[in-house]
């Protein structure tokens, strides 16, 4: 989360949000449709315990930009002591302020914490639809995915250097193109889904989710799962903090990022 000041809280434009329908585009129908149905071990192996987690929300926008229908994703910047360059959604640990994590909780601290690192107008975004809460047990997350479409843009960038290194778009041709797709493998042997788009590399949780997602909503196309790479030094050098709080590896069917 950045340290941004000010907060648009639960009610972003003035009105308290919530999951909207209406008026989505016809191909973006199959995600919601799939999100509506899809149970949480069809998305993850880790999942939320009884008892305990802290929770978090991560926002998957779905947009329209000039080359098609396209996902936002930011690189969290390099210098952070956890998950520090990686590839992800906008997202973080819902504050007091964002409101029960049993009820507009979620949806306030995606939007919130989009914001905060993208500079988005959240009054712009449709929240669709929740995907079940997963559990990433390196940092003891319980993460909610809201799921949103970008309905009217503004200007997105790098808020605050410290916490955001980059903000980009991938296209959802680019994600379900099997060139793309390739299955990341760590030194221990740990192998997960990820999607070499933009100059970048996108794993762990990440990519995991989109995995499943594009699985479920029958935007994926035949691809090569054999076709495994390795996680690269640099890689390695970025996520050796996250191991070292944990023996659960990164990557793999939303099982950790």
Known sequence: MSGRCGHPGPEAGGVARGIELDGLPAWLEPVREAAERVMPEQLSRFLPP?????????LMLFGEGPQGPDLLLIERARSLRSHAGQPSFPGGALDPE????????????????????TGLDPAGVQVFAELPRLYIPVSSFVVTPVLGWWR???PVRPVDAAETG??????VAELADPANRVRLRHPS?????????????????????????????????????????????EALALVQGDLEHSRVLPGGDADAS
């Open 189 to 233: 042997g740990h192998v997960g889904p990820a999607f070499a788009v933009a100059g970048r590399l996108v794993w762990g949780f990440t990519a995991g989710v989109i995995d499943r997602v594009l699985h479920h909503s029958g935007l994926e196309l035949p691809w090569d799962p054999s076709r495994i790479v390795d996680l690269s030094d």
């Open 98 to 117: 964002d409101g029960d994590p049993n009820g507009p909780g979620p949806i306030a601290a995606a939007l919130r914490e989009a914001w905060e690192e």
């Open 50 to 58: 009884a008892e305990g987690g802290r929770p978090a929300a991560v």
């Open 152 to 154: 009217e843009e503004s």
């Open 166 to 171: 980059a903000v980009f778009r991938v296209t």
